[in-house]
């Protein structure tokens, strides 16, 4: 992106569409340590939306965990690691 004499710059769509922002939205760059964020204002959205939002962003998720045939509960104690000081037995 280039920045405009006036210090503009234009969000392209995909981030636009990605973060919920339209005409009027507000948005805050916030800076990093590696250079800059920008980051949608939250705004007042009904809950319909909001569920929307959330049940697209768990489509994206879809299918980008490979747990290598482990089960759910072999999962849990591979991340935790061993909690042989619960008694569960």
Sequence with gaps: MRVTT???VTIPKEIRDHLGI???SEVEFVA???GARV???N???S???ASHR???ALDRLAG???LGGMTTDEYMEWLRGSREDLDVG
Excluded: C, R, W, Y
Aim: glycine fraction near 12%; aromatic fraction near 4%; hydrophobic fraction near 25%.
């Design 22 to 24: 339209g005409p009027g």
């Design 47 to 49: 809950e319909e939306e």
């Design 6 to 8: 006036k210090g503009q």
């Design 54 to 56: 959330f049940s697209q």
């Design 43 to 45: 705004e007042n959205i």
């Design 64 to 66: 980008t965990l490979d």
């Design 32 to 34: 990093t340590d590696d």
């Design 39 to 41: 980051v949608a204002v």
